[in-house]
């Protein structure tokens, strides 16, 4: 089975190209030099929630409400909230290939320690594309979609 190997390089063209093609027959895995970014990143969000600093999209509302501390033991609503805000889209959905595509781009850059996800999730998401697990996404989403948000959600 061939394999692809996420470290701290981009992925080039011909590997996307590669993965493309071979999505279905092939294992991704981490590299452990990324470990440290990844759970200092994580830690730092951590580090902030337990300071009861406000930072955004950690503990504040979105957009006009984005002034707004969000108590923290409604922080899990926030987030859950976020993204059911944001889950919509129309027309076919994007092929298998397509899917797993786009979550092997979303973990590539997750890798890099500036988001504050846990090593945990980036696992998850890698297994997924692994075992033929993928979400159904839309190939149009709506207006007011953020970026990636929608397509993930």
Known sequence: MPKLLIDNQPLSYE?????????D?????????????????AEEVNRVLAADKVVYGIN???????????????????????????ATGVAD??????VALVILLKVQSL???YSGIRLLVIERLIAFINHGIYPCIPSKGSVGASGDLAPLA
């Open 15 to 23: 590997e996307l190209q590669e993965f493309y093609k071979h999505f």
């Open 25 to 41: 027959d092939m294992a991704v895995s981490l590299d452990d030099e990324l470990f440290d970014a990844i759970n200092a990143s």
């Open 60 to 86: 504040t509302g979105f957009g006009m409400l984005a002034s707004k501390k969000i108590p923290s033991e409604d922080l899990r609503t926030l987030q859950k909230s976020l993204v059911l805000s944001h």
């Open 93 to 98: 959905e994007l092929s298998h290939a397509e």
């Open 111 to 113: 890798t890099r320690g």
